[in-house]
């Protein structure tokens, strides 16, 4: 299914992608950024930056950013099944991977590998994760939530 414009399990694809690479960033090379930016920030515009404080900048920023893009992947997860009407396996797979990749570093580590095997999937077979789990099932695991008769 192609609600949003991803596939059905695009939502949870993207957050994933974006939890991991916002973790990435944050426990990767910080010491040596902040040293070289520093040093730029001093020798070419006159600024005298630490590298310590430009560090705890940086991560407070991404961390905020993660809980960020955690939210949005939330409020897309929703958004998908009410668009769709029905709640399907891969929505409750996008919702999961959503709360995973909220926290983290273990969060991002899963975030990333479930990335990079849907990516994969998709590669290989056209259909990501959620789509193949959708067909295994065979239907939406409750149909058409707006009707309450």
Same mark, same amino acid.
């Given at each position: 299914?192609?609600?949003?414009?991803?596939? @059905?399990? #695009?939502?949870?694809?993207?957050? @994933?992608?974006? $939890?991991?690479?916002? #973790?990435?960033?944050? !426990?990767?090379? $910080?010491?040596?950024?902040?040293?070289? /930016?520093?040093?730029? &920030?001093? =020798?070419?515009? !006159? +600024?005298?930056? *630490?590298?310590?404080?430009? *560090?705890? #900048?940086?991560? $407070?920023? &991404?961390? !905020?950013?993660?809980?960020?893009?955690?939210? +949005?992947?939330?409020?897309?997860?929703?958004?998908?099944?009410?668009?769709?009407? =029905?709640? *399907?396996?891969?929505?409750?797979?996008?919702? #999961?991977?959503?709360?995973?990749?909220?926290?983290?570093?273990?969060?991002?580590?899963? %975030?990333?590998?479930?990335?990079? %095997?849907? &990516?994969? /999937?998709?590669?290989?077979? %056209?259909? @990501?994760?959620?789509?193949?789990?959708? @067909?295994?099932?065979? %239907?939406?695991?409750?149909? =058409?939530?707006?009707?309450?008769?």
């Amino acid at each position: 299914m192609d609600y949003l414009g991803y596939g @059905s399990s #695009g939502i949870d694809l993207l957050v @994933s992608g974006a $939890q991991f690479t916002v #973790g990435a960033i944050k !426990n990767s090379g $910080q010491h040596k950024a902040a040293y070289e /930016t520093s040093k730029f &920030l001093k =020798n070419n515009l !006159n +600024i005298k930056v *630490r590298p310590g404080d430009l *560090r705890r #900048g940086t991560k $407070q920023f &991404l961390g !905020n950013a993660s809980k960020k893009v955690a939210v +949005i992947g939330g409020v897309l997860a929703v958004g998908d099944v009410l668009i769709d009407g =029905n709640i *399907r396996a891969s929505h409750l797979l996008n919702m #999961g991977m959503v709360v995973v990749t909220a926290i983290p570093v273990a969060g991002w580590i899963i %975030g990333g590998a479930y990335f990079v %095997g849907d &990516l994969a /999937t998709m590669g290989i077979t %056209g259909k @990501s994760i959620g789509d193949h789990l959708d @067909s295994a099932v065979g %239907g939406p695991l409750v149909d =058409n939530i707006y009707d309450w008769d």
